[in-house]
């Protein structure tokens, strides 16, 4: 894939997200965004199909140990510290809601 610099405004995932939401992104534009950057040779959304595909989305993602993600060509220790900063803020938001809920 050819980098984001290089694709028009309208389609990087940045600037799509604050033109109509982060709902209108699709999984693998909001990992890019969390991923920040690529490496060279792969874009950023390169990184994130190929990291969502590997472990079949982000509930695939979730409970899996440095070890596995390190396996993915150009993840980075800040790359992995982000996604593991996105998986915990996503897992805490899940246990609020349930217990919120009265669930858990």
Same mark, same amino acid.
């Given at each position: 894939?050819?980098?984001?610099?290089?694709?028009?405004?309208e389609?990087?995932?940045?600037?799509k997200l604050l033109?109509?939401?982060?709902?209108?992104l699709s999984d693998?534009?909001?990992?890019?965004?969390?991923?920040?950057?690529?490496v060279?040779? !792969?874009s950023?959304?390169? +990184?994130? @199909?190929?990291? $969502?595909t590997k472990?079949?989305g982000?509930?695939?993602?979730?409970? #899996?140990?440095?070890?596995?993600? !390190?396996?993915?060509?150009? +993840?980075? @220790?800040?790359k $992995?510290?982000?996604?593991?900063?996105?998986?915990e803020?996503s897992? #805490?938001?899940?246990?609020?809601?349930?217990?919120?809920?009265?669930?858990?």
């Open positions: 894939m050819s980098k984001i610099k290089d694709l028009p405004l389609e990087r995932p940045r600037e033109e109509y939401g982060a709902d209108k693998t534009e909001l990992l890019a965004i969390i991923l920040g950057t690529g060279k040779g !792969k950023a959304l390169d +990184l994130a @199909d190929e990291t $969502l472990f079949g982000f509930k695939g993602m979730s409970g #899996r140990d440095f070890e596995d993600f !390190k396996k993915i060509d150009g +993840l980075s @220790d800040a $992995l510290a982000s996604i593991s900063a996105m998986l803020i897992s #805490r938001i899940v246990r609020q809601v349930l217990k919120d809920y009265h669930i858990i």
